[in-house]
């Protein structure tokens, strides 16, 4: 699914224009970046959390040299569905 079906399940689902239905899924996407790139955690009822989280360095190899390397510091973005979800992608509905 792409961003563009999601826009017409919105102009479907809600009556409301298919520029206003861009908008708002444009809209929550925009405050989920947001929020995230200020370390917030997301929880969505029903479908899962959205945490970032950090991932010290660490040392590695280059696998095409065997050279040992440092890899930086970062931040990560992590997805747990919920058990709800879970139940409904297996069918337990």
């Not at 563009?4 to 206003?20: H, I, P, Q, R």
């Not at 040392?59 to 510091?73: A, L, Y």
């Amino acid at each position: 699914m792409t961003k563009a079906d999601l826009v017409e399940n919105v102009y479907l689902k809600t009556g409301f224009s298919k520029k206003e239905s861009a908008e708002i899924v444009e809209g929550v996407f925009e405050l989920i970046k947001q929020s995230l790139e200020q370390g917030e955690k997301i929880k969505i009822a029903g479908f899962g959390n959205f945490v970032v989280k950090h991932k010290a360095s660490r040392r590695g190899r280059n696998p095409q040299t065997g050279e040992e390397i440092e890899i930086s510091s970062r931040k990560i973005l992590t997805f747990k569905p919920s058990q709800v979800l879970k139940s409904a992608i297996n069918g337990e509905r």
